[in-house]
């Protein structure tokens, strides 16, 4: 029958159901490489103790080495007997060293600092690819907005005609989440640095083993302060799944406005056909499932962080085999942003924007009418007295069935003796632009400036 690790207190080894329910190895072999590089670092301190002669870690550590090469090739791989990631490979060691030499690896850990820690080493690593994946979505969105330069469209607040912006503006308003995502990695990193290596089960070594050596040899700035923290907290996974969530959400909330603008009814952009794709039936389509799939995955995403956390709360310390789940969530996050977010890059990079049409509709829906109401502000107008007389401009407007710059100068002077012929100057898509030259806002001085801040911080992450 299997092999358990706890064979001296056991007279009979696992029941089949039992088992099936501990295995893990289906998900957590992706660890393999890494528990490798820990157990080589654990030798490591083992012999700097005093525990493993010059010969003995040499022997060991060339053992460890021949089993990541056999892992690498696919030549050793789990067996259902084991139980986890820990188990396959004490037993591909075992298997390689001799029972005498493998079986003294063993001594000062536990699987409870072990995955710990390599929950962290893999999630950092992740996080790096991750976060240059985003980086690629931003400069997509960047480059994006350098081609815009200062073409108009219709901003929109409650999905109404609100007032006009630049387009370069709106997708650099897309990048800056995306950045404050990486960001947030980058942040996390700092707490992910932790080593919890030689917490043992929960309460530390008693062999002499020095963790911050296994910190160190392992890339992480030092070791847990607590040995029962090191293995019973799941926070830094929880942060990790928090950071792909919500950029999971950020990419979502993009999707939706492709998802819009490729529409009839909208017509601002035109999807790449590489990145599009069409119907079964209804030979004319042309869909937007890059965009749709990553929409989707956001709930997927979330479901995970959620998953975590739900399982995380209520436990008590120190570990508890309810940590188990903690890796499954965080690596199907990790799988889904890996796939989505090329395909996402590619699609923002090849969009077409139609920005005749949006020009068009830019000052539509009176989209203009605050800046009616500001120019009477400039006048010494109070604003009150401004948004009335605005708001009378468009109700005349809209029972004519005209726009804002039809008025003439006689319905302009009865509407109010404050409205002089020279307000024309704002009732253009372009003076409207230009006026709103605050930090921040859409004037193209502005966003020319916000495009290069963007481009610099994207080249500095
Ligand atoms: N496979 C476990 C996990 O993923 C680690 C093993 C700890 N098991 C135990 N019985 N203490 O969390």
Redo the contacts with the bound molecule.
């Keep these: 029958g299997p092999l358990a690790l706890w064979g001296g207190r056991f007279a009979s080894g696992p029941a089949a159901a039992l088992a099936d329910l501990s295995r893990?190895t289906q998900f957590?072999w992706r660890l393999a490489d890494d528990d490798i590089t820990g157990s080589v670092a654990h030798a490591h301190v083992l012999h700097a103790a005093g525990l493993l002669s010059d010969d003995e870690v040499a022997g060991m550590v060339d053992a460890l080495e021949r089993l990541r090469a056999d892992v690498a090739s696919g030549a050793f791989a789990p067996t259902p007997d084991d139980?986890?990631v820990?188990t396959a490979l004490e037993r591909g060691l075992l298997e390689r060293a001799g029972t005498d030499l493998g079986g003294k690896l063993r001594a000062g850990r536990?699987?409870?600092d072990q995955?710990a820690t390599l929950v962290r080493m893999y999630l950092r690593r992740q996080s790096r690819v991750l976060s240059g994946l985003v980086l690629d979505v931003v400069d997509a969105l960047v480059a994006q907005a350098e081609v815009a330069g200062d073409a108009p469209m219709p901003g929109r607040t409650h999905l109404q005609h609100a007032q006009p912006v630049l387009l370069a503006h709106h997708l650099l308003a897309h990048a800056w989440p995306l950045l404050r995502d990486v960001e947030r990695w980058a942040d996390w990193d700092a707490r992910a640095a932790r080593s919890p290596y030689g917490s043992g089960?929960l309460a530390g070594s008693s062999l002499g083993l020095d963790p911050a050596a296994v910190a160190a040899e392992l890339g992480f700035a030092g070791p847990v302060e607590n040995s029962i923290d090191g293995t019973a907290s799941r926070d830094v996974v929880a942060e990790f799944a928090f950071v792909a969530a919500m950029t999971g959400v950020d990419l979502s909330r993009l999707a939706e406005d492709v998802i819009l603008w490729a529409t009839k009814e909208f017509g601002f952009v035109r999807l790449h056909d590489a990145y599009s794709t069409g119907s079964s039936i209804m030979p004319q389509k042309k869909n937007p499932d890059v965009a749709e799939l990553a929409r989707g995955k956001a709930g997927r995403l979330v479901g995970d962080l959620t998953g975590l956390l739900t399982t995380l709360k209520g436990l008590p310390l120190a570990?508890n085999?309810d940590?188990?789940e903690?890796?499954e969530p965080v690596f199907d996050q990790v799988d889904q942003l890996t796939v989505l977010l090329p395909a996402f890059a590619g699609m923002v990079a090849t969009l077409t924007f139609d920005t005749d049409r949006m020009a068009a509709l830019a000052p539509q829906g009176f989209s203009l009418a605050t800046d009616i109401a500001e120019w009477l502000v400039r006048q010494g107008v109070p604003f009150r007295v401004a948004h009335e007389v605005a708001g009378t401009c468009v109700r005349t407007c809209e029972d004519r069935g005209i726009e804002l710059w039809d008025l003439s100068d006689d319905d302009l002077a009865a509407i109010s003796a404050h409205l002089t012929p020279d307000v024309r100057a704002v009732l253009s898509v372009e003076g409207s632009l230009a006026s709103r030259d605050a930090v921040g806002g859409t004037a193209p001085v502005r966003v020319r400036e916000q495009l290069a801040a963007a481009r610099e911080r994207s080249a500095r992450l």
């Design positions: 893990s957590d139980e986890d820990h536990s699987r409870n995955i089960a570990y085999r940590l188990q903690d890796k």
